[in-house]
C-alpha cells in the first residue's frame, strides 16, 4: 500500500505530534485539482527623473512658460522637449507633473514641487500574479505567495496518488477573487486590476495524514504542502475532514483500520459534485464587489494629493513682484547650471564587456527603464523569448517609449528565415498604435539601445536565444554618451521596410 511507504520515521517526526493522543497511522499523496487564475493589475511605480525631465519641471516653476523656450535653455530640440512635455503631462490627470495646453504652454501642475522634491515621477506598470484555488471546496491556497509543487495533466491511475477528475466542481470556476486575495497580492495602490474569471485546471501536490488513537476507534485528518515546510492547510484540512465525517465516515476508518479503495475516492467525488452550496460562491461575489470598491478608493484617494503638496510651492512665493522675478531669474540659472553638471556625468561612456549569463537580465532592464526610445535589433526573434517581453514592452509603450525592432537576415537561400509568425504577428497588432516600429533588415547584428542612456552590441541573439545551455556568447555594453548611436539605428529601423 502506497501509505506504509511513505509512513517513514522522517515522516514521523515531521507530522506525528499535531493532535494530543492521536499517532499518525498513514499517509497519502494527493493529485488535489486546483484552479489556476491570473490576476492582472496597474500600479504605479517610481522611476528616477532623468536631468532633462529634472530641468524642465525646474524651468517651469521659475516661470518659463512655453516648449520653444524650454528647449532652447535646455540645449534640446523642440521636438525633444515636446515628447517630454506630453510623457510628463499624464492624460488621466492621476500622475501630472506638469500641465501642457493645445498651444505648447507650459505650467506647475499639483506634483511639479513633489517631483523636484523627489526627483522622481510615478509611472504606470501592469503586473500579473497567479492564484490558486483549490477546486473542490473553493478555499484561496495562494495569492501568487505561496509555492506549490504543480502538475498540468498527472497520470492519477499510477503510483501513490490518489484523486480523481470526477471530484472537480465546476462551480467553482467563476466566482471571483476574495478581498483577502486583493489585500494580500495588491500591496501596492492600485490603478485598475482584472481577473481571469475562467481558470485553468491543474493538479497540486499534497499530503494527507491520517491521525488514529491507540484503539483505533475513529481519527482525525491533515492535509500538507510539502512545498512550504511542515504548516498544514488548516483551512481546506477542516472542510475536507468535515465532510468525510459527516457523509463518509468510512473513508479511511473501515474496521477501525485506513482504506484507500478507488471506488471509496469516487464515492467522495459524487458527494462533493453534489453537496457543493451556492451560498460560497453569492458570499465570493459579495468579497468581489467589496474589492472593487477598495481599488475604487484607492484610486481616489491617489487622485487627491496631500495637503502639504497641494502648498508646498505657496512658501517660496513673495509679497513683492521686484523679488519674485529676481528669485525666478535664480531659479533658471541654478537649474540650468545642475542640469549642465548632470548631462556632463551622462556623457561619459562607461564601457564594461558582459558574458552570456549577463544578457537576459540587461535586456530586460532595459525594457523596463526606456522612456523615450528603445531599439532592438536581432535577426531572428522566437515566441518563447519575445512572449515574456510583451508585458514589459507594452508597459514602455503605455509610459510614452517609442519601440523600434529590427529584424531578419537578408532575404536569400544562404539566409533561411528562423522567425517565428505567430511572433511577428503579435508585433505587428503592436505597430497600430503608432508607438512601435517593426523593419526586416538584412542584418546578423544584435544591438540593444535604451534612451541615450545604455548601447549593447553582442553575439547573444537575445530575442530568439536565452542561453543556459553553456554556449559561449559575449558583447559590450556602454553606458553614456550613446545619443549619435541612437539617431544612427532609428533611422535604420525607420527607413527600413517593414
Same mark, same amino acid.
Given at each position: 500500500?502506497?501509505?506504509?511507504?511513505?509512513?517513514?520515521?522522517?515522516?514521523?517526526?515531521?507530522?506525528?505530534?499535531?493532535?494530543?493522543?492521536?499517532?499518525?497511522?498513514?499517509?497519502?499523496?494527493?493529485?488535489?485539482?486546483?484552479?489556476?487564475?491570473?490576476?492582472?493589475?496597474?500600479?504605479?511605480?517610481?522611476?528616477?527623473?532623468?536631468?532633462?525631465?529634472?530641468?524642465?519641471?525646474?524651468?517651469?516653476?521659475?516661470?518659463?512658460?512655453?516648449?520653444?523656450?524650454?528647449?532652447?535653455?535646455?540645449?534640446?530640440?523642440?521636438?525633444?522637449?515636446?515628447?517630454?512635455?506630453?510623457?510628463?503631462?499624464?492624460?488621466?490627470?492621476?500622475?501630472?507633473?506638469?500641465?501642457?495646453?493645445?498651444?505648447?504652454?507650459?505650467?506647475?501642475?499639483?506634483?511639479?514641487?513633489?517631483?523636484?522634491?523627489?526627483?522622481?515621477?510615478?509611472?504606470?506598470?501592469?503586473?500579473?500574479?497567479?492564484?490558486?484555488?483549490?477546486?473542490?471546496?473553493?478555499?484561496?491556497?495562494?495569492?501568487?505567495?505561496?509555492? *506549490? #509543487?504543480?502538475?498540468?495533466?498527472? @497520470? &492519477?491511475?499510477?503510483?501513490?496518488?490518489?484523486?480523481?477528475? +470526477?471530484?472537480? =466542481? $465546476? !462551480?467553482?470556476?467563476?466566482?471571483?477573487?476574495?478581498?483577502?486575495?486583493?489585500?494580500?497580492?495588491?500591496?501596492?495602490?492600485?490603478?485598475?486590476?482584472?481577473?481571469?474569471?475562467?481558470?485553468?485546471?491543474?493538479?497540486?501536490?499534497?499530503?494527507?495524514?491520517?491521525?488514529?488513537?491507540?484503539?483505533?476507534?475513529?481519527?482525525?485528518?491533515?492535509?500538507?504542502?510539502?512545498?512550504?515546510?511542515?504548516?498544514?492547510?488548516?483551512?481546506?484540512?477542516?472542510? *475536507? #475532514?468535515?465532510?468525510?465525517?459527516? @457523509? &463518509?465516515?468510512?473513508?479511511?476508518?473501515?474496521?477501525?483500520? +485506513?482504506?484507500? =479503495? $478507488? !471506488?471509496?475516492?469516487?464515492?467522495?467525488?459524487?458527494?462533493?459534485?453534489?453537496?457543493?452550496?451556492?451560498?460560497?460562491?453569492?458570499?465570493?461575489?459579495?468579497?468581489?464587489?467589496?474589492?472593487?470598491?477598495?481599488?475604487?478608493?484607492?484610486?481616489?484617494?491617489?487622485?487627491?494629493?496631500?495637503?502639504?503638496?497641494?502648498?508646498?510651492?505657496?512658501?517660496?512665493?513673495?509679497?513683492?513682484?521686484?523679488?519674485?522675478?529676481?528669485?525666478?531669474?535664480?531659479?533658471?540659472?541654478?537649474?540650468?547650471?545642475?542640469?549642465?553638471?548632470?548631462?556632463?556625468?551622462?556623457?561619459?561612456?562607461?564601457?564594461?564587456?558582459? !558574458?552570456?549569463?549577463?544578457?537576459?537580465?540587461?535586456?530586460?532592464?532595459?525594457?523596463?527603464?526606456?522612456?523615450?526610445?528603445?531599439?532592438?535589433?536581432?535577426?531572428?526573434?522566437?515566441?518563447?523569448?519575445?512572449?515574456?517581453?510583451?508585458?514589459?514592452?507594452?508597459?514602455?509603450?503605455?509610459?510614452?517609449?517609442?519601440?523600434?525592432?529590427?529584424?531578419?537576415?537578408?532575404?536569400?537561400?544562404?539566409?533561411?528565415?528562423?522567425?517565428?509568425?505567430?511572433?511577428?504577428?503579435?508585433?505587428?497588432?503592436?505597430?497600430?498604435?503608432?508607438?512601435?516600429?517593426?523593419?526586416?533588415?538584412?542584418?546578423?547584428?544584435?544591438?540593444?539601445?535604451?534612451?541615450?542612456?545604455?548601447?549593447?552590441?553582442?553575439?547573444?541573439?537575445?530575442?530568439?536565444?536565452?542561453?543556459?545551455?553553456?554556449?559561449?556568447?559575449?558583447?559590450?555594453?556602454?553606458?553614456?554618451?550613446?545619443?549619435?548611436?541612437?539617431?544612427?539605428?532609428?533611422?535604420?529601423?525607420?527607413?527600413?521596410?517593414?
Amino acid at each position: 500500500m502506497p501509505g506504509e511507504s511513505l509512513l517513514t520515521p522522517e515522516m514521523n517526526a515531521r507530522f506525528g505530534d499535531r493532535f494530543p493522543d492521536l499517532y499518525l497511522t498513514h499517509v497519502d499523496i494527493l493529485y488535489w485539482p486546483v484552479w489556476r487564475h491570473d490576476l492582472f493589475f496597474t500600479v504605479y511605480e517610481s522611476i528616477p527623473l532623468d536631468a532633462l525631465e529634472e530641468g524642465l519641471l525646474l524651468l517651469i516653476r521659475a516661470g518659463v512658460d512655453n516648449v520653444e523656450r524650454a528647449a532652447a535653455l535646455l540645449g534640446c530640440s523642440k521636438r525633444y522637449a515636446l515628447e517630454m512635455a506630453r510623457r510628463l503631462n499624464a492624460e488621466n490627470g492621476d500622475a501630472s507633473y506638469l500641465r501642457l495646453t493645445p498651444d505648447e504652454r507650459l505650467y506647475p501642475a499639483k506634483l511639479t514641487e513633489v517631483a523636484i522634491e523627489t526627483v522622481e515621477r510615478q509611472v504606470p506598470v501592469q503586473q500579473s500574479v497567479s492564484l490558486l484555488r483549490d477546486a473542490l471546496f473553493g478555499e484561496w491556497l495562494s495569492f501568487g505567495n505561496i509555492p *506549490f #509543487e504543480m502538475n498540468p495533466s498527472p @497520470d &492519477i491511475g499510477k503510483g501513490a496518488y490518489r484523486w480523481i477528475g +470526477p471530484a472537480v =466542481s $465546476a !462551480d467553482i470556476v467563476d466566482d471571483g477573487i476574495s478581498e483577502k486575495g486583493l489585500a494580500e497580492t495588491l500591496v501596492k495602490e492600485v490603478i485598475d486590476s482584472r481577473f481571469s474569471v475562467t481558470g485553468a485546471l491543474e493538479w497540486a501536490t499534497l499530503w494527507i495524514g491520517v491521525y488514529q488513537p491507540e484503539s483505533g476507534a475513529g481519527g482525525r485528518y491533515l492535509l500538507f504542502n510539502p512545498e512550504c515546510e511542515d504548516e498544514p492547510l488548516d483551512s481546506l484540512s477542516k472542510a *475536507f #475532514e468535515d465532510l468525510l465525517l459527516r @457523509d &463518509i465516515p468510512e473513508m479511511y476508518f473501515k474496521d477501525d483500520q +485506513p482504506q484507500t =479503495s $478507488a !471506488d471509496v475516492w469516487n464515492r467522495l467525488a459524487s458527494r462533493i459534485r453534489v453537496g457543493k452550496r451556492q451560498e460560497e460562491i453569492a458570499s465570493d461575489e459579495v468579497s468581489l464587489r467589496e474589492a472593487s470598491e477598495q481599488i475604487e478608493d484607492l484610486s481616489s484617494e491617489l487622485r487627491e494629493p496631500s495637503s502639504e503638496s497641494r502648498t508646498a510651492g505657496a512658501s517660496k512665493t513673495t509679497s513683492s513682484s521686484e523679488e519674485i522675478a529676481d528669485l525666478k531669474a535664480r531659479l533658471v540659472a541654478l537649474s540650468l547650471d545642475l542640469l549642465d553638471q548632470k548631462q556632463a556625468l551622462a556623457a561619459i561612456p562607461r564601457v564594461d564587456h558582459i !558574458d552570456a549569463r549577463a544578457h537576459p537580465a540587461i535586456v530586460k532592464s532595459a525594457i523596463g527603464a526606456a522612456s523615450v526610445n528603445l531599439v532592438m535589433i536581432c535577426p531572428w526573434i522566437k515566441w518563447r523569448v519575445l512572449s515574456p517581453l510583451l508585458p514589459e514592452i507594452d508597459a514602455a509603450m503605455k509610459r510614452g517609449c517609442k519601440v523600434w525592432i529590427g529584424y531578419g537576415m537578408p532575404k536569400n537561400v544562404n539566409h533561411p528565415d528562423n522567425t517565428d509568425p505567430n511572433a511577428l504577428e503579435e508585433l505587428k497588432k503592436r505597430e497600430k498604435g503608432g508607438m512601435l516600429k517593426l523593419s526586416h533588415l538584412g542584418t546578423h547584428e544584435k544591438v540593444l539601445i535604451q534612451d541615450e542612456e545604455l548601447f549593447m552590441n553582442t553575439s547573444f541573439n537575445f530575442l530568439s536565444y536565452t542561453g543556459g545551455d553553456g554556449r559561449r556568447e559575449s558583447g559590450t555594453i556602454q553606458r553614456g554618451g550613446v545619443a549619435d548611436l541612437l539617431e544612427k539605428f532609428i533611422h535604420a529601423i525607420a527607413s527600413a521596410p517593414s
